[in-house]
């Protein structure tokens, strides 16, 4: 068949996840910085909600490709 939306939009939010995660943790000691989001690490937090829906595309697209496999068996 073709490309599976779900392969391309998974690694997206992975990507834009996990650099959000890494800036979130480097920059998690610039209380200045945080100032504005009432001290919270918007960073942190919207990388590892974005981390978690990315890898839940690229699994749910994993199990639709296996599945898919079986059925031509």
């Known amino acids: 068949m073709g490309l599976d939306i779900r392969w391309p939009i998974g690694l997206m939010f992975?990507?834009?996840g996990?650099?959000?995660v890494v800036c979130g943790?480097?920059?998690n000691?610039?209380?200045e910085m945080y100032k504005?989001?009432?001290?919270?690490n918007i960073n942190l937090i919207w990388?590892?909600?974005l981390l978690i829906f990315g890898l839940f595309m690229l699994i749910s697209?994993?199990?639709a490709s296996n599945?898919?496999?079986k059925s031509k068996k």
């Open 25 to 27: 943790i480097v920059t």
């Open 67 to 69: 599945a898919e496999k």
């Open 18 to 20: 996990a650099i959000l």
């Open 47 to 49: 990388g590892v909600l």
């Open 61 to 63: 697209a994993k199990i």
């Open 29 to 31: 000691s610039d209380v």
């Open 14 to 16: 992975t990507l834009i």
């Open 36 to 40: 504005c989001s009432l001290g919270m």
